[in-house]
């Protein structure tokens, strides 16, 4: 049996506290062991950036992280991007609704890292160009859109957090 | 045809997104049940190898192992271990089909051998390592060609030889056109494309109920009910005894529509276990064990008079069709019925020969053979354009089947039998819009402008025409829940991406109040829906969108006639809005669907409203044979350093005819993402093997799949031909984009490079290799 040890990790906003294997992924950990399975596994090899979360408000590829590295950090996933709202037609997070608004995704599996990593950029790049777009999620595999329609989602999410004075 | 509506042909948001963004979706791995046990598959390292023994008693002493499985212990369950899925066909020689698992013999890398079921994944992957399988070496081929010939090794050594099928396709005499032609020009042509890697893997949950004695797959198939029909038919069950469900799918381009052993394995490790099972394939085993489409090797020759009027085209494909039969003929015979659709071609033949391998089966991926037969056509115009010195899009005007011929009967006949008749469309139009909106007019000034700048710019074309809509029909229910007054839609059609229930809802919302929201599609479970095809070859909105619309007007018609005679009005003065059936003149006059639904759903002893009939619902099935043709001409530039080979892509036009459209947004984005994924296949995608028949490329490390920064900006134009084909006057869509974009960027990229006589018979195209072509064209100028 795999050695044992307990970690505390806070998901978007909240403390859990569980005893894992050593061995597993945080990317297992967050979808098996929490339920949250908002965040997909793509490639496991750290390649497609389907599982990429925030770690710390930094992305990190979940499926390259062991949980309990994760001990004492603080994490945010797709399910964390809009608080929870019992109403079904909530507006959601304006990134969220940009992709909507631009078709920007179709199966949407790639989407919960596509997301994140976007996040990431808008914070650090409140006004970016398509091709810094393009640069940003270059990490990020997307069988289905061709990319075109979620560098414009990006660049229209962009527009409206300026207009709401929101931080992504 | 019906006349478009403010729900129908507009820029609907889709039903699917919300939940996709918030991580609330369904998708397999998503599923939990008490008990479940996880599975790994062991597979085989080999090429080709007899198996001599397999011991898995290491495995089963693993803590948190329940059980190892193999053929042994399928074989009392199964009334057949082969999955025959073959699609009907006289060109076979033989019939080889896959086992459950492989106890005997294993015939390529990845082929599973045994199940072991664990209490999760990772012990699961331990014990597999474990399980000590003895195997004798075989000598294996790789290479389609080297099969074909006397004394190759044999791919499955109970086999004759190594050739699957063979059949020629064609029309005309051939060989007089090419005896009597001024011009002839021939093209040796290999042309690969690799897997779908949907960014979801394959995966499975089977439970079995024993208090029922029934089993349920949720698995993410393409077809689930041909899921349920072949699994029923291994096990000799009833098919009334499984069900499978569909959940939402991550992505799928071909390959998940397929059944595969892991189906069966995890469906039978449930009902032996007795406990629910889960297996989810990762991106190494979708290398190795997921169907791809791979190599074709071509030789094919062109007939053309002075004015580039072509005679006749003739050739041979040699196609790789893997290690097994897991669909059929179908790929190579699109191919080879392909290459002459958007042109005059007076006479035509095409030998194919399919050839086993020593690796994964071969079956559709996004395009399905098509984008092959349209790069060997494109390849031998441009080829014979550049010979007669005639501009290349020129001599294609001159050949391209004119708007005023439609429809258009081929002395061609698909593969289900039926004359090709090309229904709608206006070839050269589209050809003429792509080049305009590429900037075709001064191209040669920027071309000229350029290399005085020292850069090489090229621009290419290439024209398709693509079947869609294979029947023959994909039955749907619309129906009023009585209880809710929501408006349900169930089939067989399962979505996987494509937004499948946002098309349900919008044809059926047009009849049936207008409101999207009202509607919900359930598509994908064998539970709702008796019979169904499922979701491949670019048909859903063609077959199941039409039958949705066809219920949904039955409904509609239905609920006005009860309404009428609860409302004591003509039904003449009501319609429906929102959920409800209203007088015209009147709103306040009205009655919701839910009252309409529950007082034809029978109380006992009560009379049904007068000449009504039970229920607010109705099941169609819409039936279509010919395929409705959609067609389009893709423009490219290119942009090429000649230092390093890379290939820059300056300006992407696709002009596309899918007849009429739906959601112009939902249509943009099929287009957009396959014309993607045909520049993966020009450029960047490559499924490699050594000469042993060992993967090389297992990973997306080494397999490219293309970045947001490699793709440009597409543009798409559309021109609606409506069919007439079907009551919505709509053709499929979503394999089209990647049909033309291969030869239109080795077009371009020749275009670019004129001046090192550079000449590309392959896709893709690597910078390596055109760097050594530059290299042989400046010594052979030198």
């Not at chain 1, 307990?6 to 062991?33: P, Y």
């Not at chain 2, 003509?570 to 003149?585: D, F, M, N, S, T």
């Amino acid at each position: 049996m795999a050695e044992m040890r307990k970690i505390t990790v806070t998901v978007n906003g909240q403390a859990h506290t569980r005893e894992v294997e050593t061995r597993m992924t945080l990317a297992d950990f967050l979808r098996h062991e929490l339920t949250l399975t908002g965040t997909h596994i793509g490639c496991e090899h750290g390649v497609c950036g389907a599982c990429t979360i925030l770690l710390d408000g930094r992305t990190a590829r979940s499926c390259l992280m062991l949980a309990v590295q994760a001990d004492g950090h603080a994490i945010d996933t797709i399910e964390g991007i809009a608080p929870p709202n019992p109403d079904k037609n909530a507006p959601m997070h304006p990134l969220q609704e940009a992709f909507r608004d631009n078709h920007a995704l179709q199966c949407g599996f790639c989407t919960p890292g596509m997301l994140t990593t976007i996040i990431e950029l808008l914070r650090d790049n409140p006004e970016p160009t398509s091709d810094e777009v393009r640069i940003a999620i270059s990490g990020n595999l997307c069988r289905c859109t061709g990319y075109q329609t979620i560098v414009a989602a990006t660049l229209d999410a962009a527009r409206r957090l300026k207009a709401e004075g929101r931080k992504p | 045809m019906s006349a478009p509506s403010a729900v129908r042909s507009n820029r609907v948001l889709r039903v699917e997104d919300a939940d996709l963004l918030k991580g609330a979706a369904r998708f397999v791995d998503d599923l939990h049940l008490s008990g479940m046990l996880q599975a790994a598959f062991v597979r085989s390292p080999h090429g080709h190898a007899k198996v001599l023994s397999i011991d898995t008693s290491m495995a089963k002493d693993v803590p948190g192992v329940h059980a190892v499985l193999t053929r042994d212990d399928f074989l009392p369950h199964l009334a057949t271990e082969f999955i025959v899925v073959g699609l009907p066909s006289p060109a076979y020689r033989q019939d080889i089909n896959r086992p459950a698992l492989s106890g005997l013999e294993v015939v390529h890398v990845g082929e599973p051998v045994a199940i072991v079921l664990a209490d999760n994944r990772y012990i699961a992957e331990d014990a597999a390592a474990l399980v000590m399988v003895d195997y004798d070496p075989l000598p294996a081929v790789g290479d389609p060609r080297e099969a074909l010939k006397p004394g190759a090794p044999l791919v499955h050594s109970s086999s004759p030889h190594n050739l699957l099928a063979e059949f020629d396709m064609g029309y005309g005499d051939v060989d007089a056109a090419f005896a009597g032609a001024p011009h002839v020009f021939k093209e040796s042509l290999w042309q690969h494309r690799g897997g779908s890697h949907s960014i979801e893997c394959r995966g499975d949950v089977a439970a079995y109920d024993s208090f029922a004695d029934t089993l349920t797959l949720w698995s993410s198939t393409q077809t689930p009910h041909a899921a349920r029909s072949v699994l029923a038919g291994m096990l000799g069950w009833d098919e009334d005894r499984i069900r499978v469900v569909t959940p939402d799918v991550g992505g799928g381009f071909g390959p998940k529509l397929i059944f595969y052993p892991e189906d069966v394995a995890v469906a039978l490790a449930a009902y032996i276990t007795r406990r629910p099972v889960k297996w989810i394939e990762d991106r190494r085993e979708h290398f190795v064990a997921t169907t791809q489409e791979r190599d074709q090797y071509w030789d094919a020759e062109i007939a053309v008079d002075n004015d580039g009027k072509i005679l006749g085209l003739r050739g041979s494909i040699v196609h790789d069709h893997g290690a097994y039969t897991a669909r059929g003929v179908n790929l190579p015979y699109e191919s080879a019925q392909t290459v002459t659709l958007a042109y005059e071609i007076p006479t035509y033949q095409m030998n194919v020969k399919l050839a086993l391998t020593n690796k994964v089966p071969v079956t559709p991926v996004r395009g399905a053979g098509q984008p092959q037969g349209v790069f060997c056509m494109e390849r031998l115009l441009d080829r014979a354009a550049d010979e007669l010195k005639i501009p290349r899009a020129e001599l294609r005007r001159r050949n391209l089947i004119p708007g005023d011929k439609m429809p258009y009967t081929k002395p061609l006949k698909s593969r289900g039998g039926r004359q090709v008749v090309l229904d709608s469309g206006d070839y050269p139009k589209c050809q003429a819009d792509a080049l305009e909106k590429a900037g075709a007019a001064d191209f040669a000034v920027r071309q000229a402008a350029a290399r005085k700048e020292g850069r090489y710019i090229g621009l290419g074309l290439a024209n398709f025409v693509k079947g869609t809509g294979r029947g023959p029909f994909e039955p749907v229910t619309v129906r009023v829940d009585p209880s809710t007054g929501q408006i349900i839609v169930y089939s067989g059609a399962t979505a996987m991406g494509q937004s499948t229930k946002t098309m349900f809802a919008q044809v059926v919302a047009e009849q049936l109040g207008g409101d999207i929201t009202r509607v919900t599609a359930k598509p994908g479970d064998t539970g709702t829906m008796s019979m169904g095809l499922g979701g491949f070859n670019s048909r859903l909105t063609v077959m199941a969108g039409s039958s949705a619309h066809l219920a949904a007007t039955k409904v509609r018609d239905k609920a006005l006639l009860i309404a009428s005679k609860l409302l004591k009005l003509p039904a003449e003065e009501l319609q429906i809005h929102g959920g409800q059936v209203e007088a015209k003149a009147d709103p306040s006059k009205s009655v919701t669907l839910g009252q309409l639904a529950k007082s034809v759903a029978g109380v006992a002893g009560f009379v049904l409203p007068d000449g009504v009939s039970p229920g607010l619902e109705a099941t169609e099935y819409f039936v279509v044979d010919d395929m409705a043709y959609a067609n389009g001409a893709a423009a490219i530039e290119v942009e090429v350093d000649v230092e390093t080979g890379g290939v820059h892509i300056n300006k992407f036009v696709i002009a596309h005819d899918c007849g009429a459209v739906i959601n112009p947004m939902l249509v943009d984005g099929q287009i957009v993402g396959a014309a993607a994924h045909g520049i993966g296949n020009a450029l960047y995608e490559w499924m490699g093997y050594d000469d042993n028949c060992q993967p090389v490329t297992t990973n997306l490390g080494e397999y490219l799949l293309v970045t947001a920064p490699e793709v440009p900006l597409i543009e798409v134009s559309h021109h609606e031909s409506p069919t007439y084909l079907n009551p919505l006057g709509v053709k499929g869509v979503g394999e089209c984009g990647v049909v033309p974009v291969a030869p239109a960027i080795m077009s371009a990229i020749e275009d670019a490079l004129r001046e090192f006589d550079v000449h590309i018979a392959q896709t893709p195209i690597t910078p390596g290799e055109i760097v050594a072509k530059i290299e042989a064209g400046r010594k052979a100028k030198a």
